[in-house]
Nanobody, 121 residues
Framework: QVQLEESGGGSVQAGGSLRLSCSVSRITDCLTWFRQAPGKEREGVALSGARGRSYAESVKGRFTISIDHAKNTVDLQMNSLKPEDTAMYYC???????????????????WGQGTQVTVSS
């Protein structure tokens, strides 16, 4: 069992930055961030696995996922934000994954409650 809690969401203008943090009860070898905009499916944004990290094409070069083992957090640094990044952001965990690719939401057993990110133009 893993408990997760997100923080750091908010409102920002296009071009700005936000840093999301997800506090986890224990670090696993598969930690990820998803997002879901109104009327759209939940999509994977960034994933950290045992052997690497993966990103959605839409965020590559702008978002960075990182693990802080001292604080037990998985963070998402988001730069050069765009209005289309507006969504509810969720962190999720599973026991293990390679990190070679993003996974579908149903691959994850443990989820946080989400934090809202709004980017205005």
């Amino acid at each position: 069992q893993v408990q997760l809690e997100e923080s750091g969401g908010g409102s920002v203008q296009a071009g700005g930055s936000l840093r999301l943090s997800c506090s986890v009860s224990r670090i696993t070898d598969c930690l990820t961030w998803f997002r879901q905009a109104p009327g759209k499916e939940r999509e994977g944004v960034a994933l950290s696995g045992a052997r690497g990290r993966s990103y959605a094409e839409s965020v590559k070069g702008r978002f960075t996922i990182s693990i802080d083992h001292a604080k037990n957090t998985v963070d998402l640094q988001m730069n050069s934000l765009k209005p289309e990044d507006t969504a509810m952001y969720y962190c999720a965990a599973d026991g293990w994954c390679s990190g070679g690719n993003l996974l579908r939401p149903d691959a994850f057993d443990w989820w946080g409650q989400g934090t809202q990110v709004t980017v205005s133009s």
